[in-house]
């Protein structure tokens, strides 16, 4: 299974079901196009009892089994072939040559003389001058592990050398025969940049995606997930250098995510000023299927982006510098690599290995970290956590890059790999920087304001405080004298939470740790509360002796206060009560009351800053929003942690 946005699958070769004697084709002329396509194509004759034949086979399966076409077609096979598999073939013969059925079995053959497990898609195709159809065949992989592993032999490798444009095929009519070939092939042109066309789809895709040829047509090309620069380097080289492209990707037809193996050669067709681009869709290699998630996701995200470099280094045992096998398209340009998928050299005839990846960044403030990384990257084991890194790119100011090292599977091998994910991060790196540039003056500023304010407040609070104990000062006055000193007081508190909240939203909350008696601390702070208490509501202290705890006895002071005052303030009758107990080594503190409670919504948010229960301007209760949220601060800087529950 593939995952990407959603669920996907690899492609079957039994979805791939086209047309069934829908034409009667010439012998041999329409089968060359079959020389030029990717598909591994035989023509067998069953019909006969104990004399089966072998008619016709395409040009890649000569050149992967090093056979001519006269050496296939004088095989001995009816000498080379026991008497019950003829039996079996002639049966074979009656389903698909007289009954005209599509039959599809699994087979070990052994076309190299070593064992591989395939899939034969056989179907009947008539050709002009003949009696009785043809059996036409197509190879496929198939699960490879029901080969003895001691035999096992390698799957059949698609990246194959059939012909490449000796025929001027007749369009549309000479690729008639692709519509009763079991597999998808479509007809691009993408030579002019920017705007990629499409031409003709054989039955085999139009069925499967339920289009008409014109819907296909007036389709976009969305469902390739190729982008406009990837259409450009396949345009090239197939078109104008007339090379085969081969890569596994997802397409996603009628909206359903599909793993294939893409394969693009170019092709030949009457009335074109160039090659078009023949493109099949096959199944993909066997061992893709068994890969690890990590590869999955990244072939699935990176192998055919841009932005994102994607590169599988040897890592087999033994193997400590990890030189190239396989880079996508933006690894090849970051790294001056050709375009081949075979030959990653570089000009120079060096490889490029993970030591030369190391090696483009920048670590002159720290050779000890590269040697760090480098350490891991040679212990990094299947299964583990990826390695993870941002670096400077060496020589180039301002440029910084993302690395991430998986261990996997290789998709082309299925040996052991190291596969790069290397993306450019600059852009996110410049805007860091000037947010921690924009945090930092924020700081300053709050100090600075925060100095300004404290000064006169505390002339203000001083001074009244006088005024307040004078034998000149009447009752009005007195009053007066307190309202000023109430009001400066919680300004002073507001000015020290802002900075708080400063603090602990930078990470630099400072704690002094010493051994603090818990029912001294909420003696002192329930002492101080008590002036808050509203008629018919009640202040319990139930703490009792819990012992001694390590804390910053002035922020403990500060959370009990704000827990108790929160509590106090939404309670119009009833208790308001705090308890703990011992929990190993932790103390659990808790603090109740008979209050309107908390909605269900809101116990979550309530530990935001700037968040209240009621954020309407016409609340009840005053605030910033921010007593709740330094309490959960200050809690975890201590290494314990606060919950809320409403009834």
């Known amino acids: ?83 019950p598999i003829k039996r079996q073939m002639f049966d074979l013969g009656q389903e698909i040559q007289i009954k005209r059925k599509a039959i599809n079995l699994e087979h070990t053959a ?57 025929k001027v095929h007749e369009f549309p009519r000479g690729l008639e025969l692709l519509d009763e070939v079991p597999c998808f092939a479509l007809i691009y042109d993408f030579y002019d940049y920017g705007n990629p066309k499409k031409y003709w789809a054989n039955a085999t895709w139009l069925k499967y995606t339920g289009q008409s040829m014109q819907e296909f047509e007036n389709s976009d090309f969305g469902f390739t997930s190729l982008t406009a620069e990837q259409m450009q380097f396949i345009g090239k080289e197939v078109q104008v250098e007339r090379k ?59 192998t055919n982006t841009l932005d994102q470099t994607a590169i599988f280094f040897d890592w087999s045992p033994g193997d400590s510098n990890g030189n190239t096998l396989w880079s996508n ?32 960044c920048d670590w002159s403030s720290s050779e000890q970290e590269k040697a760090v990384i480098a350490n891991q990257l040679r212990e ?6 990826p390695i993870r890194f941002t670096a400077q790119k060496h020589r180039l100011p301002n440029v910084w890059h993302q690395f991430m090292f998986v261990r996997c599977k290789s998709p082309h091998t299925g040996g052991d790999t190291m596969l790069l994910q290397e993306s450019d991060v600059s852009e996110l790196m410049h805007i860091q920087a000037r947010l921690r540039t924009s945090n930092e003056l924020k700081d300053r500023f709050l100090q600075c304001v925060s100095h300004e304010l404290r000064t006169p407040l505390h002339g203000i609070i001083g001074l009244s405080s006088t005024l307040l104990v004078s034998p000149d000062c009447n009752p009005r006055t007195h009053r007066l004298l307190t309202t000023i000193i109430d009001a400066a007081d919680r300004l ?130 005053q605030g910033m929003g921010l007593g709740l949220a330094l309490v959960q601060s200050q809690v975890r800087a201590h290494g314990g942690d606060v919950d809320v529950q409403s009834e």
């Open 244 to 302: 085969t492209v081969s890569f596994e990707t997802t397409i996603y037809p009628r909206n359903k995510l599909l793993r294939v193996l893409c394969v693009f050669r170019p092709l030949l067709l009457q009335g074109m000023e160039h090659p078009q681009i023949v493109c099949n869709y096959l199944p993909p290699q066997p061992h893709a299927g068994a890969l690890d998630q990590a590869y999955i996701l990244f072939q699935e995200q990176v």
């Open 380 to 385: 990094l084991k299947l299964g583990s956590r």
């Open 492 to 621: 002073n508190l507001l000015v020290n939470d802002i900075l708080e909240t400063s603090a602990c939203m930078s990470g630099s909350l400072q704690l002094e740790f010493i051994p603090v008696n818990l029912d001294e601390i909420c003696r002192w702070v329930c002492d101080r509360m008590r002036p808050k208490l509203k008629t018919g509501v009640t202040l319990e202290n139930r703490i009792g002796d819990v012992g001694v705890v390590k804390a910053d006895a002035f922020r403990l002071q500060k959370i009990f206060a704000q827990l108790l005052d929160n509590a106090l303030k939404f309670t119009s009758d009833g208790v308001v009560a705090i308890t703990a107990e011992r929990e190993g080594a932790f103390v659990r503190v808790s603090v109740a009351d008979t209050g309107c409670g908390i909605a269900p919504g809101l116990l979550n948010s309530i530990w935001e800053f700037f968040q209240q229960g009621d954020m309407s301007v016409t609340r009840e209760h």
């Open 329 to 360: 398209f933006s690894g090849r340009v970051e790294y001056g690599l050709p375009q081949g998928r075979a030959d990653l050299h570089f000009p120079n005839g060096e490889l490029l290995s993970l030591s030369d990846v190391l090696d483009t």
């Open 110 to 166: 052994y076309p190299s003389d070593r064992p591989v497990r395939l899939l034969l898609m056989q179907k009947p195709i008539v050709f002009e001058g003949m009696k009785n159809p043809l059996i036409l065949v197509q190879y496929y992989n198939c699960d490879n592990s029901l080969v003895d592993d001691k035999t096992k032999g390698d799957p059949l490798d698609f990246n194959f050398q059939g012909e490449v444009c000796k």
């Open 1 to 83: 299974m593939v995952s990407s946005d959603g669920d996907g699958e690899t492609l079957d070769a039994l979805q791939l079901n086209g047309e069934i004697c829908a034409k009667v084709h010439k012998y041999p002329d329409d089968l060359e196009l079959l020389n030029e396509v990717a598909c591994f194509s035989l023509i067998y004759d069953f019909s006969e009892m104990g004399n089966p034949k072998k008619v016709w086979a395409s040009a890649a399966w000569l050149s992967y089994v090093d056979q001519t076409l006269e050496d296939f077609q004088q095989y001995d096979f009816a000498g080379n072939t026991s008497e």
